[in-house]
């Protein structure tokens, strides 16, 4: 469960009164998530999210999510942008930790997702790139190439006992040569969600995205790493099987709405091996590292690894079409 951090009710009393939103009528915590403290807080005023940032949160970054995601909200994206206090901030603390009180948005993250969800959710991808992409801060990719080489020399320490760990990472040096010649160094940026995963985006029962959350990885890159990921987190199974029919919904979706160049759908298959080797060693050094008394459970790495292979074997980016 995702409170790591304990609110009381006179907690967020105290931390509201900074703000013109109303009385507290109730605050309840949000058991899903894995990285921060999340409430629901509804006040006479509306619903609102008290998300307390933990550890995995860079701190010196929160003022930039705040402002990408209130310049989204007010350009009429459906992000959670910030309540501000009186004084004008949008970041406040409690109990130690950094916080912040953001928009409340409706909809569920789909559970089973199909082919129309996966065109809503390429729909409102794009629309992200069209909409906030030119927001004018720069936040380099934390995540992004260039952190890779120091995220297998973390994992190294605890792979040592484990054959499975090592073989993964020895192939990831090999991928990393390879990647590191190949890599573009001259397509459309600018701000994107760098974890545009199935649990991030709300959607209506009819499908349509409602809200797209957790900006917290959210940095300056090519939109097209951006549908990369995307594409890694829509298209398979949770296993890490290939869906094509999911991969080319997104993609459609995306595409209608802003049109890829070539050189961006050449570069897909690029991006899309990059993007699963990023998040099969963040799951990695989360499960070499995990403490079974944790109540949060790491996720597959293997189920990443998986996806890497699948993109080997793709020669064009129209192949995902
Ligand atoms: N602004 C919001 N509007 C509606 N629901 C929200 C909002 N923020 C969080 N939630 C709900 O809380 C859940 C957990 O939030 P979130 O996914 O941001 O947690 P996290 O621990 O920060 O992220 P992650 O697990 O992806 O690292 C979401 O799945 C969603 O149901
Ligand atoms: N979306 C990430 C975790 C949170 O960023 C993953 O599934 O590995």
């Not at 603390?93 to 569920?108: E, T």
Request: a negative charge.
């Amino acid at each position: 469960m995702a409170v790591f951090t304990p609110v009381s009710l006179e907690d967020a009393r105290a931390y509201l009164s900074a703000y013109d939103i109303g009385e507290l009528i109730h605050l309840e915590g949000i058991e899903e998530g894995v990285s921060n403290t999340n409430f629901k807080v509804e006040t006479t005023s509306g619903l609102y999210a008290l998300t307390l940032f933990e550890a995995a949160t860079p701190e010196d970054s929160l003022p930039w999510f705040m402002d990408y995601t209130l310049y989204l909200d007010r350009k009429g994206y459906p992000a959670p942008g910030p309540a501000l206090k009186r004084d004008g901030q949008s970041l406040g603390r409690i109990n130690g930790k950094p916080c912040a009180l953001i928009k409340w948005l409706p909809g569920r993250w789909p559970r089973n997702p199909d082919t129309r969800h996966a065109a809503s959710a390429g729909e409102y991808l794009a629309k992200l790139h069209l909409i906030g992409g030119d927001f004018p801060q720069y936040r380099a990719n934390s995540m992004g190439p260039a952190s890779w080489p120091g995220l297998i020399a973390r994992c190294e320490p605890k792979a040592a006992t484990s054959p499975r760990a090592q073989e993964i990472l020895a192939d990831f040096r090999e991928e990393l040569a390879f990647l590191k010649g190949v890599w573009p160094a001259d397509l459309p940026k600018g701000a994107i969600h760098a974890d545009y995963f199935t649990d991030n985006v709300l959607m209506n029962d009819d499908g349509i995205v409602t809200g797209v959350i957790d900006y917290y990885y959210a940095c300056t890159d090519f939109y097209a790493y951006d549908l990369a990921v995307a594409l890694n987190a829509w298209g398979f199974t949770p296993g890490g099987q290939p869906q094509p029919q999911m991969i080319s919904a997104f993609i459609k979706g995306y595409h209608e709405t802003r049109p890829l160049s070539e050189a961006e759908i050449n570069a897909l298959p690029l991006f899309a091996r990059g993007s699963a080797v990023r998040f099969t060693l963040t799951r990695l050094y989360d499960l070499l590292n995990h403490d079974p008394s944790w109540v949060v459970k790491p996720k597959d790495p293997e189920a990443f690894y998986r996806r890497l292979d699948h993109h080997r074997g793709i020669k064009t980016g129209h192949t995902y079409f």
